[in-house]
């Protein structure tokens, strides 16, 4: 079993859905979590990180973590063509000496496309 | 410019030859990370480093070596490359700790394998 598992889509919603990705993991010292966003050709760039159970927002953005539940959310409003891209979600785990947070564990993705 | 380069940006070698795939930063960035993109897979880390001389294997180190003499350079080594290394190599930068800090990614690498 993966230790963290996303629906890889594809996603197709029509501008100004709302979209809502999400991300199951299994390991519960995972610290910080995070969602990229991966454009075709390019690097991820950071969209958001939490690190506490509950919700943040940022613009068009919020990201929601249920410790409890192992789960996180990203959800996109008034969704635009240029959210069409890859979203990642990743968390931030100890290594194995337990000594530092610097492993960091990817899901698999999720395609978005959002058409005019 | 602020930047994480990586070089080179596309490659194509045969199985056994050594490789290296060098990661450069100028933002006088602590940590610094390889990661491997393969399809369905997303990102896997191979490699990071918190610090000079101090480096820590991520989920898929097997096959690939790294050093870190100098703060802004982290190469990635391939001693024996093989088939099921062919992919898209990303390196990455963060101020500190990747916890609350952004991550800077290089263009990629990507690295084939016959």
């Known amino acids: 079993q993966k230790e963290v598992e996303q629906d890889p889509g594809p996603l197709s919603v029509p501008e100004g859905a709302i979209v809502s990705l999400n991300c199951t993991y299994s390991?519960?010292?995972?610290?910080?979590f995070m969602w990229y966003r991966q454009y075709s050709r390019k690097g991820p760039e950071l969209l958001m990180y939490?690190?506490?159970?509950g919700n943040k927002e940022d613009g068009r953005f919020t990201a929601q973590v249920d410790k409890s539940s192992k789960y996180i959310s990203l959800f996109i409003r008034d969704s635009q063509p240029s959210d069409s891209a890859t979203y990642l979600c990743?968390?931030?785990?100890?290594?194995?000496?337990?000594?530092?947070?610097?492993?960091?564990?990817f899901g698999q993705g999720t395609i978005l496309t959002v058409h005019p | 410019e602020a930047q994480v380069t990586q070089n080179p940006r596309y490659l194509i070698t045969v199985t056994g030859k050594k490789l290296t795939v060098t990661c450069s930063q100028n933002?006088?960035?602590?940590?610094m990370s390889w990661y491997r993109q393969d399809p369905g897979l997303g990102l896997r880390q191979i490699y990071y480093?918190?610090?000079?001389?101090?480096?820590d294997k991520g989920d898929v180190p097997e096959g690939y070596k790294v050093s870190r003499k100098e703060k802004r350079n982290f190469p990635l080594i391939l001693e024996s490359p093989s088939p099921n290394q062919t992919s898209l190599y990303f390196c990455?930068?963060?101020?500190?700790?990747?916890?609350?800090?952004?991550?800077?990614f290089g263009p990629g690498t990507r690295l084939t394998v016959l």
């Open positions: 933002m006088n960035h602590e940590y």
């Open positions: 990743a968390m931030v785990g100890r290594n194995a000496g337990g000594t530092s947070y610097g492993k960091l564990t």
């Open positions: 990455a930068s963060s101020p500190l700790g990747i916890g609350a800090n952004e991550q800077f």
């Open positions: 480093s918190m610090n000079v001389e101090v480096t």
């Open positions: 939490t690190y506490s159970s």
């Open positions: 390991n519960s010292a995972f610290q910080y």
